[in-house]
């Protein structure tokens, strides 16, 4: 079975901390992608990486880096966490060109507590 | 800009209720896809359905079915005679017809099923 999987499924850290969110894909997927979901405002793209070592930018990056030096491996980076970044992290992978249209496989999700 | 709908927060119903959960979109695009997701209590999203902007035939698949109305710029989703295991978050998402890989989003309808 095809999987996406997210390190942490709860993680708790201190302000002005450098927060690493691992994600791992096993399907060969070329997109990978991080959102993040907090009630009322439904999910939202932070960035997302069509190849190794290249990303873009979605829209809300701001706080946000990532690094994709693998294909396999999707890392979203809090350089200084803040209370406003404590949110449910999603990370998802899909095929490129018109696979994408096949949907997205997502992670179980990280939940983060910035405290 | 691509935007999308969904104006129910929340929905309870009793067991064995039929209920539809309802999304508007808004896209510039003459080409484009329309996904539902559905998110249970593990968090874990889940791809539901896909349809294509040229192709407006309804779909049934067991209990579930969508309505996608172009005229109304409508993709809604209706479970017959509800269970319990429905009670879930569920999301209508968007992605235009260019190369963007990304997906838009709506904030979510909250399903309660009360047996």
């Known amino acids: 079975d095809v999987k996406v999987t997210q390190s942490s499924r709860y993680l708790v850290k201190r302000t002005g901390e450098k927060v690493f969110l691992e994600c791992v894909q096993d399907m060969d997927h070329e997109n990978m992608f991080w959102y993040r979901q907090d009630p009322g405002l439904g999910l939202r793209l932070i960035y997302f990486s069509y190849d190794v070592k290249m990303k873009e930018k979605g829209d809300i990056p701001e706080g946000y880096s990532v690094s994709r030096e693998k294909k396999e491996r999707f890392s979203l980076i809090l350089e200084s966490a803040s209370t406003n970044q404590t949110s449910m992290y999603l990370c998802?992978?899909?095929?490129?060109?018109?696979?994408?249209?096949?949907?997205?496989?997502f992670g179980s999700g990280t939940r983060l507590t910035v405290v | 800009a691509q935007k999308v709908t969904q104006a129910q927060t929340e929905i309870s119903v009793v067991e064995k209720e039929d209920v539809t959960l309802d999304c508007v979109y808004e896209t510039r695009d003459t080409t484009y896809y329309l996904f539902w997701y559905k998110q249970p209590p593990s968090g874990e999203l889940v791809f539901l359905i896909r349809?294509?902007?040229?192709?407006?035939q309804n779909e049934i698949s067991g209990r579930y079915s969508w309505n996608f109305q172009k005229s109304t710029s409508s993709f809604n989703f209706t479970i017959t005679a509800s269970q319990v295991v429905d009670s879930a978050v569920y999301f209508c998402?968007?992605?235009?017809?260019?190369?963007?890989?990304?997906?838009?989003f709506g904030k979510g309808t909250l399903l309660t099923v009360n047996p």
């Open positions: 349809r294509n902007s040229f192709d407006e």
């Open positions: 998402a968007l992605k235009g017809g260019g190369s963007n890989y990304k997906l838009t």
């Open positions: 998802a992978s899909s095929p490129p060109g018109s696979g994408v249209l096949y949907g997205y496989t």
